[in-house]
């Protein structure tokens, strides 16, 4: 017999009797059910605490088919989820909805292929009540492999402009917060503004380029495509797609940076090669992470509400696409600039 400390561990039947209940009834409470009266259920939690009883969370499992646990996925390797302070405050928002509602965090990483098949072996296995995707980049199959074995998902943003339509995603208006970043530089006087994109396989990448040529267009300036710089939302790679172009003889006055991470590594390159910022080149950047506060000088921003796109997320699994209380729901929040120092 089972024991713990030397006492018998208690079990089902011991709250049962010290409940005056049958042993269905503890059962129907422990998973929730409705047909329970208050006083019954209120007895029965009283003998729970009394004997220090913990249901066995495996057998409950297999009665609701629920585990109470959410995964998020976040489709980068995993020196990036400890470096960027996106990841950090994505997890916070969800975390806050999670604890509301009583219910466990399982985070992961995938980029490899191999990651990838491992991850979505275990998540299409039902392990978890349901899944938040962030990061994707266009060649993830977890959003239509997962959706395909009937696991609720819902995306931290789309894959890929135009290659698929998500049934439940949080957005934000990447193209809106270019176009006004864009916008600022055009207002204090610059003609030659360049980007360093974000990647080309990545919604939010393609969705900022987009804002960022509205402007040009809008304004009749420089377009050359040397002004374009494509970059992977790091710090190291803002500082290569910076190097790029200033070595390409394009000779900005102006760059739009599709993230403060690749920001601070742009700044970095500058002050390298002794240009100072904005006198030399003004920045624009993308996130408003903390960091953008305590760069030298302080960083102009984009500023999106990546909190509350973790909180809209989680709230949107558990009250929608678990559920199914709608076959389709997205939210797009919106974005607005923070003006500081650099441009």
């Known amino acids: 017999m089972a024991k713990n400390g030397g006492r018998q561990r208690p079990t089902l039947e011991m709250v049962a009797e010290r409940a005056g209940v049958g042993r269905g009834t503890v059962s129907r409470v422990i998973n929730g059910s409705a047909q329970v009266s208050p006083r019954t259920r209120d007895a029965v939690h009283t003998a729970i605490t009394e004997l220090g009883y913990s249901p066995n969370h495996a057998a409950r499992t297999l009665v609701t088919r629920r585990t ?35 219910l466990q965090l399982m985070l992961t990483t995938a980029r490899s292929e191999a990651e990838h098949q491992r991850v979505g072996d275990y998540l299409a296995g039902f392990h978890v009540d349901g899944v938040l ?8 199959p ?18 890929h402009a135009g290659e698929l339509t998500a ?14 970043a864009t916008r600022r530089l055009h207002s204090t006087g610059h003609r030659r503004i360049a980007t360093v994109s974000g990647p080309m396989d990545m919604n939010a990448g393609v969705e900022r380029l987009r804002g960022y040529r509205e402007v040009v267009e809008e304004e009749g300036l420089s377009d050359d495509d040397v002004l374009v710089q494509e ?3 790091s710090v190291d790679g803002g500082a290569v797609a910076m190097e790029r172009l200033l070595d390409s003889g394009a000779e900005p006055d ?8 690749m920001a601070l590594g742009a700044m970095r390159v500058l002050r390298g090669r002794g240009l100072s910022v904005p006198g030399d080149l003004a920045l624009v950047g993308f996130d408003d992470t903390p ?40 939210v797009v929040l919106d974005t607005h600039l923070v003006v500081r120092g650099s441009g």
């Open 231 to 233: 970059g992977d939302f």
């Open 254 to 261: 102006a760059v739009f940076v599709a993230s403060d991470m």
């Open 68 to 102: 109470d646990t959410i995964a998020l996925v976040v489709s980068e390797p995993r020196d990036r989820l400890f470096a960027d302070p996106f990841f950090a405050d994505i997890i916070r928002g969800v975390s806050s909805v999670l604890h509301e509602r009583d």
């Open 142 to 159: 977890l959003p239509s492999r997962l959706t395909d074995a009937g696991v609720p998902v819902v995306q931290g943003g789309l894959p």
């Open 167 to 180: 049934p439940y995603y949080v957005e934000v208006d990447n193209a809106g917060g270019a176009r006004e």
């Open 133 to 140: 995707l962030v990061s994707l980049h266009r060649d993830d």
């Open 291 to 330: 960091m953008a506060q305590h760069s030298d000088p302080p960083l102009t921003t984009v500023h999106q509400p990546t909190v509350r796109m973790g909180r809209e997320m989680a709230t949107l699994l558990t009250d929608v696409a678990i559920p199914r209380t709608e076959e389709t729901a997205n």
